[in-house]
């Protein structure tokens, strides 16, 4: 398979870069002077030979985990902000140009003239979107795909975890030559994960208003007519778990299955985690959500819904990100809210 190496800029197949075959700038990342990285990236293997200084990050996720590793400066662009970034990253994501409100297009990508690209999702390398990582590699421009979406399932991480997550951010920090930085994002969302986890109590009231010592979480993120909840593998089954709780549908193995209310109303979840999407779509947002379960003959009759047991995140937070750590805080100071 053939070895992919970080130039410095585009070359001439770009048109008018100036750049020849085989040359790289001269390393200048914020480390200055970097090390040569070399990983395995979905199955294909990347070699750095110097910091990206025109990376691109194709959706929000991957903008926040480049903007937390203090790598703006090095970005030449963003797209598909799809939440209000985190206030604390305002300032950082301000200073780096939006190229499309949704994907950009690959003549836009190009434009750009990235030297790294990098998508949390398969999407994001779409015919329609940057293009294939195949054909950004034909251009000189080494393309990260998050390891738990990978174009081959086979090459993906088929769980969600947060070790998992933070060897996407150990990647990226590597890639650009800010190792320490990377290390010091993680332990500052293991030290987030351990107080959440250390906080939530041993049981939470059950369907009948007892205790018990794993509550049932449904994990709601959209539908109303066909729910989408939570099913095995994906961010709501790590933090269940981390939390000491159960994903009501993790017996079923799609990460975002359809679900049907009756088949809700069996199992009779103790809690409902409800995803607040900013989208606009039908009961996107969370108050929408309880208004329908409430209204609905069938789920207005759940245990849950009628004392009022729900948590609401953020959408992006059931996603992989450096979000995902604030799904687990909410969650837990929900479940230690409902105990009685």
Not at 106 to 121: K, L, Q
Not at 313 to 335: F, H, K, N, T
Request: include cysteine.
């Amino acid at each position: 398979m053939k070895m992919i190496v970080i130039m410095g800029s585009l070359c001439a197949v770009l048109a008018a870069t100036g750049c020849a075959e085989g040359q790289a700038d001269t390393p200048n990342g914020p480390s200055g002077q970097a090390s040569p990285v070399e990983l395995t990236n979905c199955g294909l293997p990347l070699a750095i030979t110097a910091p990206p200084r025109r990376a691109i990050a194709l959706e929000q996720n991957a903008t926040e985990i480049m903007l937390s590793l203090g790598l703006a400066d090095l970005m030449a662009g963003t797209s598909y902000q799809t939440d209000p970034v985190l206030p604390q990253l305002r300032p950082a994501y301000e200073q780096v140009p939006v190229l499309a409100r949704l994907y950009p297009s690959r003549e836009a990508v190009r434009a750009a003239n990235p030297d790294f690209v990098y998508s949390t999702y398969t999407s994001g390398y779409a015919p329609d979107a940057a293009g294939s990582r195949a054909d950004l590699a034909r251009l000189g421009v080494p393309a990260y795909l998050s390891r738990f979406a990978c174009e081959n399932p086979a090459d993906a991480i088929p769980t969600v975890s947060f070790d998992g997550i933070f060897g996407e951010i150990r990647d990226i920090a590597a890639v650009f030559g800010v190792p320490d930085r990377g290390e010091k994002l993680i332990r500052e969302q293991q030290g987030r994960l351990d107080t959440a986890r250390g906080t939530v109590p041993t049981s939470t009231p059950n369907a009948t208003g007892q205790p018990t010592g794993s509550p049932s979480l449904l994990w709601y993120y959209s539908g109303t007519t066909t729910p989408y909840v939570a099913g095995h593998g994906g961010v709501p089954d790590a933090v269940s778990s981390l939390l000491g709780a159960r994903n009501a549908f993790t017996d079923v193995s799609q990460k975002w299955p359809a679900g049907n209310w009756e088949e809700i109303a069996e199992g009779n979840p103790d809690v409902i985690v409800l995803a607040d999407l900013t989208r606009g779509g039908d009961s996107d947002i969370a108050e929408s959500k309880i208004d329908f379960l409430r209204r609905n003959p069938v789920t207005s009759k759940l245990a849950a819904v009628v004392a009022g047991r729900f948590v609401t995140v953020p959408g992006s937070s059931m996603d992989p990100s450096i979000r995902s750590v604030e799904a687990a805080e909410l969650v837990g100071a929900g479940l230690r809210g409902f105990v009685r």
